[in-house]
């Protein structure tokens, strides 16, 4: 019987769907291969290419064990096509084709909009790759240089999900996109991807942190409301992407979690109690509280961001559609057709702030970045735990939702962190109290010099509590002497 739970590895491209009996679809992805290695070599992690890492591998999608762990050298990582088991039934649950079975082709008419779902989902996989680039190389630890280089090779794989629905459902049209892929770059000027939180830069590991923490957590999202999608290849790739993804939040929360406690521990080992002694606190080598939170201040709304206008027609229509649902969309109480509902949406109306009830349909933009925001505001009361039990006197805080914007609302407006209106001088004399200015952008940059030997940190940021896989603290996650 055909094993669709654990992997086939005995072909060039893993896979849990069959791939062998489909030899044109085999030799389209195998065309693609090589671009993919090229793509990986010129633009995934800069050095490190040769030393072996100690990475997991998915070899089933069974939710109980589906990873396996062992050096790898990163060009020779097994990117696989995984999708999660089929569900007997599984029918479209929300939208006009609500209560029909799952397609498992694409209907037609719907070809165009899901192509454009799958290919803006396809484009921030490498582009997050290429915006980490170069980290390896200040990683202050051989645990965090594993973590970054495991959420690395995921996202390749991420890519590949993508290219595949592309390669399987799209035909030639969806062969072209899947090339495009691995054309356009991240910040290129010319060809940049196509979504703007992917084509910032990642300077440094705290900006990874946040990255992982915010704009992979929007991933999930994103994920979440495609993986209700009634075009079931599609669910079924999200849900096993979904499994990934909670290592990437993992890494980002426990990332700023231990720079936060190393902050900590050093002012108190000083005997410093304001965490507003900048000077001070920073001459012990570590990342003062403020800063931390201006680092907030920037990656929090560039994933704002990526939920789009508050109001657009295109969500509407690919809910109507049955294509991306809501977040955890089959366990809301309500009609799922979202016909007569409204949903309350922050506003500018006459020059202030407002709350206005709008169509739920054309609000989902607004509504799933209002299930984002509260995903995001439990982890930042971790954080505030640390620092509280600690027993410093200082509160991270998500700014409000009109600081720093650049699509929707927002955009043409400054606001402070706690939602005042500002004029345009005005800001510019606040700016550098909540944003990073460039002297501690150099700041933080001093800090970031790599610690390669096993067991040993960077000044700056506290050990994990547990180690990847069980291994001990100094275990040698990246066999850099090789
Ligand atoms: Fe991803
Ligand atoms: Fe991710």
Redesign the pocket.
């Known amino acids: 019987m055909l094993d669709l739970i654990n992997v086939d590895y005995s072909t060039q491209i893993p896979n849990n769907v069959d791939l062998a009996s489909d030899r044109q679809l085999l030799r389209a992805l195998e065309k693609w291969h090589p671009g993919y290695i090229d793509w990986w070599k010129a633009m995934g992690p800069d050095g490190f290419q040769e030393q072996l890492v100690y990475l997991r591998t998915a070899v089933s999608v069974d939710p109980k064990g589906w990873a396996k762990f062992g050096y790898v050298k990163m060009p020779e990582y097994r990117w696989g096509i995984l999708l999660a088991p089929q569900e007997e039934g599984r029918k479209v649950n929300f939208g006009q084709h609500m209560g029909e079975p799952a397609w498992q082709e694409i209907p037609g008419e719907y070809r165009a909009m899901l192509r454009r779902l799958v290919v803006i989902q396809g484009d921030t996989e490498p582009a997050?790759v290429e915006q980490q680039r170069h980290l390896g190389k200040t990683a202050p630890s051989l645990y965090d240089m594993r973590n970054l280089f495991q959420?690395n090779v995921?996202?390749g794989r991420?890519l590949w999900a993508m290219v595949y629905l592309l390669h399987k459902y799209f035909g030639r049209d969806g062969r072209e996109e899947a090339d495009e892929l691995l054309v356009r770059r991240s910040g290129d000027k010319d060809k940049p991807r196509m979504l703007g939180a992917f084509n910032e830069e990642t300077p440094d590991w705290l900006s990874f942190f946040m990255f992982?923490f915010f704009t992979?957590r929007d991933?999930k999202m994103q994920l979440e409301s495609l993986a209700q999608s009634g075009f079931d290849p599609l669910s079924r790739t999200c849900r096993f992407m979904l499994t990934?993804?909670a290592h990437?939040m993992f890494v980002g929360e426990t990332g700023v979690g231990r720079t936060i406690q190393r902050t900590c521990e050093a002012m108190k080992a000083a005997g410093i109690e304001d965490p507003n002694d900048i000077a001070r606190i920073r001459a012990l080598g570590v990342i003062d509280l403020p800063t931390v939170q201006k680092k907030l201040n920037v990656h929090y709304p560039l994933t704002l961001d990526l939920f789009g206008a508050e109001i657009s027609t295109n969500s509407a229509n690919f809910y109507n559609a049955g294509l991306k649902g809501r977040f955890q969309e089959t366990k809301i109480d309500d009609d799922h057709r979202l016909t007569n509902s409204t949903y309350p949406v922050l506003k500018m109306v006459d020059g202030k702030i407002a709350k206005v009830d709008e169509p739920a349909l054309t609000a989902l933009n607004m509504r799933l970045r209002d299930d984002y925001t509260e995903d995001c505001a439990k982890g930042v009361e971790r954080w505030n735990k640390i620092i509280e039990k600690e027993g410093i006197n200082f509160r991270l805080d998500l700014p409000h939702v009109a600081f720093n914007r650049r699509i929707g609302e927002f955009r043409n407006i400054n606001a402070t962190p706690a939602g005042i209106l500002l004029s345009d001088t005005d800001w510019a004399k606040v700016r550098d109290d909540y944003l990073p200015s460039s002297s501690d952008g150099d700041f933080i940059a001093s800090l970031m010099k790599p610690a390669y030997e096993p067991g040993q940190y960077a000044s700056w940021i506290a050990p994990p509590r547990i180690g990847i896989d069980s291994k001990s603290g100094d275990f040698e996650y990246v066999k850099i002497a090789a």
């Open positions: 997050s959420v995921e996202e991420h992982t992979d991933g990934e993804e990437h």
